[in-house]
């Protein structure tokens, strides 16, 4: 399939679902967590709410580069199965009017995160994606490395 096509069947996806799995290292141990994400209509970023005291957040501090796995089981049959895994560089949100935009955007799509948002001792990520490897049913793979796709 075209370029193009698959991009826009890969940001379909993300828009359409809200949790992934997310996985960072500490340098020598892999860690993976089940999180909510939101993402923007332009779907080439992904946001993530995190407490500060967690092993996710600290792994990311050490290390920005995370790998994100979104897809569809439980939805359809598993040889129609779509799954995404996103690779990309993961940072603290620190604008005051972002943060308060994705804030907004969280308590609008995922209420029940509600009292954790409202905690304050939290951090907004984001991850700006580097590629992803997009695959539907066991066997149809496609991979984008963005830079790439601008070179060309």
């Not at 860690?31 to 332009?42: Q, V």
């Not at 955007?105 to 490897?133: E, M, P």
């Amino acid at each position: 399939m075209h370029k193009i096509n698959m991009t826009d069947k890969m940001k379909s996806l993300l828009r359409k679902k809200s949790s992934c799995v997310l996985a960072t290292t500490d340098g020598d141990r892999p860690h993976c967590s089940l999180m909510a994400y939101i993402t923007l209509e332009t779907a080439d970023r992904v946001f993530l709410v995190t407490p500060r005291n967690t092993r996710k957040y600290r792994n990311i501090k050490q290390n920005p580069n995370v790998s994100l796995l979104i897809d569809t089981r439980g939805e359809q049959t598993r040889i129609n199965t779509q799954a995404i895994t996103l690779t990309g560089t993961c940072y603290e949100l620190g604008d005051d009017e972002e943060i308060a935009v994705v804030k907004e955007a969280f308590n609008r799509t995922h209420s029940h995160l509600h009292g954790l948002i409202g905690k304050g001792d939290v951090v907004f990520l984001c991850v700006a994606f580097d590629s992803f490897l997009f695959l539907t049913g066991p066997e149809n793979a496609y991979h984008e490395v963005m830079g790439e796709k601008q070179l060309e």
